[in-house]
């Protein structure tokens, strides 16, 4: 690095120390645990229950009119509520990096292992969190629903996320104004258009366009969850059921929904109504925040908070300066350890997370994500390391059981260590119970099912998740998957054909040694009429023979040594190089399948691999003799000595 660039370096880092320094200082922050949300505050004690008690309504709302939905990711959603404009530019920076750029009332940050949400609490009106209610709703309907097309997925987000929340009561339905007033001055967009939109689409990316297809989307929607009290929610349940089931979007549409152009007028009439349902559901009492003890929160505690925030939201740098502070502060704060280890794994360094990860399982043994970023932190780094990888997986597990992430890369570890397929197999499955709405979970089941030899089973979960597929990742894994399991099944094809090769080979061989031994039982009948009758022929017997004699008129033979070394090429030919007396001959088996393998003085075994294992024994070779080849013959018989 040049001078110039050390010294701007430096200047940056500087710059970041200083800010780290000005959003601690004389700050106090809190702490606010329920079943399902963690709240991190620097205002009052009743400002973070107010914003957990939000939460807990909402979860619940959604939970009342959904039951069947999981409505819990694997990790308590942690919430940052602040209380000015000020405190969130320290944890947003971003929004105010561009001169007049946009200034959101919060994010939603989600993630595989863990989901933040950054707010601002001194917001007026009744939706002022409305965007991240509409996100959290997203991170719902991914965890339930795969195959979700676009419209449904922000339909949903957006009429839940207009839910009214109260300590005595919740409900869903009020209509948005500002929905209506722009599907009121606004031409409808074509059903066709709507249903078939994508994420690339020109109505869901186009400036002009995105704000008729939202309020669309969350008009028609509210159509088929609440309109005329709920009675066209079955069309929509029909619908969702369809497109789970990999049907057809248009097939799926006709079905459920019948004539696009009716569709189109009944919701024109709706959109132009003056009156909407609006479903009323009490707040249950377990979202009541009165009582929640409130602590608070150690300079350390917070800047370890704030940095593993910053790490899961790629701003390493200032990440990297909090976790740091936060150990000068406290060495044996686990949340720091763990935090730092996950950045050094976020920019590949391993041998730098490592440490911290074993540090953070030390101090906190309970903590199933150290385990969990310990665990890919010790991949790929032999046997020793999958053994690492696997044991903290496991143990991630048995801390939480819900922690899907887990699961799926034990899954994976499993299946390529070739081992325990069974048990990966129930792990995969448990995964797509826990998260129905990944795909990813089922193409795991696939994957195990290829390794288990079930490829047609295999094949229909695979094409199930491209019809399934909504983004172009998904579908783009969906037909690597399929494509590999097409290449598996000519390889099995292939394996069979030499199996069944092996098997003729083998029954051949069997053929010819009853022949053998039945001249041999000939030959001792005949040599035992020469003892008896006394007429001057050799009566002895000879105490070994170099060859026998073959019903084909051919000879075998058969050498003792010690085995080299041996090579196998596809599709089964295997070149033996064996030490005789000092000299080196070399034998060949065109398919090593039809071998036989015995050891002498000992039982043989089902599962012998000759390719792996005969180099360095000391074995008798019985072979064909190939004098017109570079080999001394072909190899019938293999007995192990040693």
Not at 362 to 376: I, W
Not at 480 to 501: D, G, M, N, P, S
Not at 559 to 567: F, L, N, P, Q, Y
Request: glycine residues 6%; hydrophobic residues 40%.
């Amino acid at each position: 690095m040049t001078v110039s660039g050390r010294i701007a370096a430096f200047v940056v880092v500087a710059l970041l120390a200083a800010g780290v320094g000005r959003a601690a200082k004389n700050e106090v922050w809190i702490e606010v645990k329920s079943p399902h949300f963690v709240v991190i505050c620097n205002g009052s004690d009743k400002q973070a229950r107010r914003v957990i008690g939000q939460f807990e309504r909402f979860r619940a709302l959604i939970q009342k009119v959904l039951p069947k939905m999981r409505v819990d990711p694997s990790t308590p959603l942690t919430i940052f509520a602040v209380k000015d404009e000020n405190s969130l530019r320290t944890l947003l920076p971003e929004f105010w990096e561009q001169k007049d750029g946009a200034r959101p009332p919060g994010v939603f940050q989600g993630g595989p292992e863990k989901n933040y949400v950054v707010l601002r609490m001194n917001l007026p009106g009744e939706h002022a969190y409305h965007v991240i209610y509409h996100e959290y709703v997203h991170l719902l309907m991914r965890l339930n629903l795969p195959a979700l097309p676009v419209w449904l997925n922000e339909g949903l987000a957006e009429f839940f996320g207009h839910a009214t929340l109260s300590d005595k009561e919740s409900g869903i339905g009020r209509p948005s104004i500002d929905q209506l007033n722009i599907l009121r001055q606004a031409r409808l967009l074509p059903m066709a258009a709507l249903f078939t939109a994508d994420h690339s689409s020109p109505y869901y990316r186009e400036a002009g366009k995105i704000s008729v297809f939202y309020a669309q989307s969350w008009a028609l929607t509210h159509y088929f969850m609440i309109g005329d009290k709920g009675a066209r929610f079955r069309q929509l349940a029909d619908y969702i059921q369809m497109m789970q089931d990999g049907t057809a979007e248009d097939e799926a549409v006709g079905r459920a929904f019948g004539n696009l152009a009716q569709l189109e007028r009944q919701l024109e009439r709706y959109v132009g109504r003056l009156s909407f349902y609006y479903l009323r559901v009490p707040t249950p009492a377990g979202a009541d925040p009165k009582h929640l003890p409130v602590r608070t929160l150690s300079l350390a505690e917070v800047l370890a908070a704030r940095g593993d925030f910053f790490t899961y939201s790629a701003r390493l740098p200032q990440a990297r300066l909090m976790l740091e502070q936060a150990l000068r502060l406290d060495p044996q704060s686990p949340a720091a350890h763990e935090s730092l280890g996950l950045l050094y794994l976020r920019q590949g360094d391993r041998e730098k997370a490592a440490p911290h990860f074993s540090e953070a399982v030390k101090l906190d043994s309970r903590s199933f994500l150290a385990h969990f970023y310990a665990a890919e932190a010790a991949h790929e780094t032999g046997a020793e390391g999958l053994d690492a990888t696997e044991r903290h997986l496991r143990k991630a597990i048995e801390i939480n059981p819900d922690f899907v992430p887990a699961y799926s890369n034990l899954v994976g570890v499993l299946t390529a260590r070739g081992r325990n397929l069974e048990e990966a197999l129930q792990l995969a499955v448990q995964a797509t119970k826990l998260e129905p709405g990944v795909l990813r979970h089922k193409m795991g089941v696939a994957r195990v099912l290829m390794a288990l030899q079930r490829g047609e089973e295999a094949q229909r979960l695979a094409e199930q998740a491209l019809g399934a597929a909504r983004t172009e990742v998904d579908r783009a894994e969906a037909e690597a998957l399929l494509a590999t399991l097409k290449r598996y099944e000519q390889q099995l094809a292939e394996v069979k054909r030499h199996q069944e090769e092996a098997r003729a080979r083998q029954q051949e061989l069997e053929e010819r040694r009853r022949a053998l031994e039945e001249e041999e039982r000939k030959a001792r009948e005949l040599a035992a009429r020469f003892r008896d009758t006394g007429d001057g022929r050799p009566t002895k017997p000879e105490q070994g023979r170099p060859e026998e004699n073959r019903p084909d008129g051919g000879a075998t033979a058969a050498v003792e040594g010690r085995v080299r070394a041996v090579r196998c090429e596809a599709p089964a030919v295997m070149v033996l190089s064996l030490e005789v007396r000092g000299n080196s001959q070399e034998f060949r088996a065109e398919n090593f399948y039809a071998v036989q393998y015995r050891a002498v003085g000992r039982a043989n075994r089902g599962d012998f691999r000759p390719c792996e294992e005969l180099e360095g024994m000391s074995v008798r070779i019985e072979y064909l003799p190939t004098p017109e080849t570079p080999y001394t013959g072909e190899i019938l018989i293999v007995r192990i000595l040693n």
